[in-house]
């Protein structure tokens, strides 16, 4: 209530804000009260008089206390009786009205039809940890059957080839990418470039809307004839073939490994849907001031992952189309019988998936650099050096695709050439590495829940760096191919990297999301137990890697002599 020169004007803000109050021969301030609590406001009231102000058609301020606008995009001023609302524009609405109230106040702007956008894409960015969440569970439940059920023994080979097969399938393209690149892509982006929304909101709705169909997909492939796919996340021909003449080569691949493809090719228009969003926001939407180098890194993560994403993800979806065709139009892309060429798969499919690994990690480095900074109190150390690194990762991951086939017969000088590119990626990497260690020496800092899961990241991340220096290592891969060690490798950079990179930025910004803070007890307790757990679950799988343990074995232990790998009893 604001009282002016003895006239009674009723008007709701959204709480939050500061209302200065001002006539012409009086500059007076005063407190408005709201709900018997004294509440700053930022909205400035003049005294009104006369034209200059028509073209208001009518005001609504009694949704809730937030601010409902009806009225021409044009138009700067509000009057209320006497009273004039003079309305903000640009980063000086951020500070206004804080994020949510920000988006409410711009998503209804425009009238009633944008507010429905602008609420849909408010409920997206809500909507993807959510629904991701429920993927994580599932596909962590995955796991956990196989091994309860290897004590018993009692499971199927089939069963298991085809839990591995989507334990990996979820984790990757329906936990970790909607993740990283959906859920925080869409919150952080506008809120940190100063942008009122996307660049597209509707593209927004459908990219995320085409992730619940693509999982519904996935999920009735466990209810058709075979079972579900059961070749791996990899999918190689002719193992994921639609078999031959005396039947599938697995039974999986009988219908479910076509639900398989089919729910893969969605989900990866999904991400270029959303990768387009990105990239037109950034470029175009920044607001004045805001360059290039003065974005924070967990956007500049975004904006390059969002370019690896447009690159790579068409190719992917070639090959599923080409393994789609050969599965139901009979065409002969893959099939060596029919003159196909089996080998074509690995390479189209690896082009975009070693590409992927780092859709899934440089988003958590970008999180994890701006978390550091935050907690040790200080800049990041090398900004630039920060950003050209993440820019020579995503680069050199397009070169690097032949150190997953050393084992399929290629030349040995073009393996040399892969075995070189994949060390180099090892510098930029070691430069991120430097520089978080650079930011953190000699800081102020404070381990909160955050900081303790972004120097997990950290850690982690080395450690799979590391491991992986060995495997770009022609002689010692053919050693180590396809053993537990690749196991232990791949989790320490998408378990220890990627999901630690998420449980950080989940804590960090959640206060910021839904306007209430973690339980940091709770907190402690869930990265202690997450940390140890990890680490003794997955560090032994390197030691049984490197005595040769192979990996995709659906026998228990008391099975493995069976098998000629008695070896491994001891081993085990």
């Known amino acids: 209530v604001v009282d002016r020169a003895g006239t009674r004007a009723n008007v709701e803000f959204p709480a939050g804000a500061k209302v200065r109050v001002r006539d ?20 400035e009231l003049v005294n009104g008089g006369g034209g200059g102000h028509r073209g208001i058609r009518t005001i609504d301020f009694a949704d809730g206390g937030a601010v409902v606008i009806k009225v021409p995009s044009n138009v700067t001023t509000l009057q209320v009786g006497d009273v004039i609302v003079r309305l903000g524009r640009g980063e000086d609405a951020e500070g206004i ?62 069963f298991y080839t085809m839990i591995f097969t989507m334990h990996a399938t979820i984790m990757i393209f329906f936990v970790v990418i909607p993740l990283l690149t959906g859920a925080f892509g869409n919150f952080l982006i506008p809120l940190q470039i100063g942008a009122r929304d996307m660049a597209f909101p509707k593209l927004n709705m459908v990219s995320y809307w085409m992730v619940p169909v693509a999982g519904i997909i996935m999920i009735l492939g466990f209810f058709t004839e075979g079972g579900h796919a059961a070749a791996g996340w990899t999918s190689y021909p002719p193992l994921a073939g639609s078999g031959n003449e005396t039947g599938a080569f697995t039974p999986g691949s009988v219908a479910g490994q076509s639900y398989w493809l089919a729910s893969l090719l969605i989900v990866g228009t999904s991400s270029i849907l959303g990768a387009v969003n990105y990239v037109t926001t950034i ?47 009979g065409t002969n892309f893959f099939q060596a019988a ?40 200080k800049p990041i150390f090398g900004y630039r050096a920060m950003v050209y690194a993440i820019a020579a990762i995503a680069g050199l991951g397009f070169i690097v695709w032949g150190h997953h086939m050393f084992m399929s017969g290629m030349n040995p000088y073009l393996g040399f050439t892969f075995m070189i590119s994949t060390m ?33 990241f950290v850690s982690m991340f080395v450690i799979g760096g590391l491991s992986g220096i060995y495997m770009a290592a022609t002689p010692v891969d053919i050693f180590i191919h396809d ?16 999901l630690f990179a998420i449980f950080a930025a989940v804590y960090y910004w959640f206060p910021k999301m839904f306007g209430r803070m973690t339980n940091p007890t709770l907190g402690y307790i869930h990265f202690v137990l997450s940390f140890i757990f990890f680490n003794v679950t997955f560090f032994p799988m390197h030691i049984i890697g490197m005595a040769g343990h192979p990996r995709r074995i659906a026998v228990g232990w008391d099975k493995v002599n069976q098998m ?9």
């Open 24 to 43: 012409a021969s009086t500059k007076a301030k005063m407190t408005v009260k709201r709900e018997g609590a004294e509440r700053a406001y930022d909205v």
């Open 424 to 456: 180099m990626i090892a510098l930029p990497s070691a430069i991120k590495t430097f520089n978080w260690l650079g930011t953190i020496w000699k800081s102020q800092m404070q381990l909160t829940v955050p900081m303790l899961n972004a120097l997990a």
């Open 97 to 158: 009205f804080g994020k949510s109230d920000y988006e409410d106040y711009y998503g209804r702007w425009e009238g009633t039809y944008h507010a429905l956008v602008m609420r849909e894409g408010k409920e997206t960015k809500v909507s993807f940890p959510a629904d991701a969440g429920i993927r994580v569970k599932d596909s962590g439940a995955g796991p956990m059957v196989v091994e309860l059920d290897s004590y018993t023994y009692g499971m199927s080979g089939e």
């Open 283 to 329: 470029i175009k939407m920044r607001a004045p001031g805001m360059g290039f180098f003065r974005m924070p890194l967990a956007t500049w993560s975004l904006f390059i992952t969002s370019i690896l994403v447009l690159f790579g993800t068409p190719v992917l979806a070639s090959a599923l189309t080409m393994q789609l065709l050969d599965r139901q139009m």
């Open 564 to 572: 000629g790998y008695r070896w491994l009893a001891e081993v085990q």
């Open 483 to 498: 053993t537990y060690f690749i196991v232990g490798h791949i989790h320490y950079v998408l378990f220890g990297g990627s």
């Open 338 to 377: 029919k003159g196909g060429q089996p080998l074509l798969w690995q390479h189209v499919f690896w082009f975009y998936s070693h590409p992927a690994v780092y859709i899934m990690i440089l988003p958590g480095m970008g999180f994890v650099s701006d978390i550091i900074s935050t907690f040790a109190r």
